[in-house]
């Protein structure tokens, strides 16, 4: 492992749980949106994580010695929840309810996406814990040379 792959495998870590606590953020604030552009309620959203690739030629490098350490992670897909329904609540008074009086608000439960945070920040927690070990590594490196 390079002296500085720890670091971005940290920090892409990171990023990649800001991203997603970015998204369930917008979850929440779009709780009781009942209608969006398209005129449907606003629709959960959630994302997807991957190993982020290397480079060609480090493909080939890394090919050529055991692999011992990963590539960070990348976020891969923002994608709408469309098999959770759209949760429906009886209001005639509300405009955008349907000729019977009922409202189809948005499929976002908040206790899941409280859970979500929660997980999205011990995630971020780790990845900071594990970048300040690894800067720790390399600052008692160089004093052992000073």
Do not use: C, W
Not at 24 to 47: D, H
Not at 101 to 109: A, D, F, K, S, T
Request: glycine share 6%; charged share 25%.
């Amino acid at each position: 492992m390079g002296l500085f792959q720890a670091f971005d495998i940290s920090a892409s870590g990171m990023a990649a749980e800001r991203f997603r606590v970015d998204i369930i953020a917008q979850n929440v604030a779009n709780v009781n949106t009942t209608r969006t552009e398209s005129g449907e309620p606003y629709r959960r959203k959630s994302v997807t994580f991957a190993e982020r690739t290397l480079t060609p030629f480090s493909n080939y490098y890394e090919s050529a010695r055991a692999r011992t350490a990963g590539n960070g992670v990348k976020v891969t897909s923002v994608f709408e929840d469309t098999e959770t329904d759209f949760l429906m609540e009886y209001d005639p008074s509300h405009p955008d309810a349907d000729e019977n009086g009922y409202v189809r608000y948005p499929n976002v439960n908040v206790v899941t996406e409280m859970t979500n945070l929660i997980d999205a920040t011990r995630a971020y927690e780790a990845n900071t814990t594990a970048f300040e070990a690894s800067k720790g590594m390399v600052e008692a490196a160089l004093k052992i040379g000073s």
